[in-house]
């Protein structure tokens, strides 16, 4: 079987479906890694891209738009 380290602990976890934490060794651990990202300790490298996230259309100040 498959093991890899749990990235919380370093734990030497099975990589199996009954392991529903997977790939982390605990519920525990996977809960501190979602706390870790949510407090932004942790982050994915390089300069965020919001080119798709804004809509020209909002930015316009004729509020009979979107009547």
């Known amino acids: 079987m ?9 734990s ?3 990589w199996a479906e009954k392991n529903e934490s ?3 060794c605990s519920e525990r651990c ?6 870790d990202w949510a ?3 942790h982050a ?3 300069e965020p891209d ?3 996230e804004f809509d020209e259309a909002l930015l316009s100040t004729d509020p009979t738009q979107y009547q």
């Open 2 to 10: 498959k093991t890899v380290n749990c990235p919380t602990c370093q």
């Open 22 to 24: 997977r790939p982390f």
């Open 50 to 52: 919001y080119s798709d």
């Open 44 to 46: 994915i490298a390089g």
């Open 12 to 14: 030497v976890v099975e």
């Open 30 to 35: 996977r809960l501190i890694d979602f706390g």
């Open 39 to 41: 407090n932004e300790r």
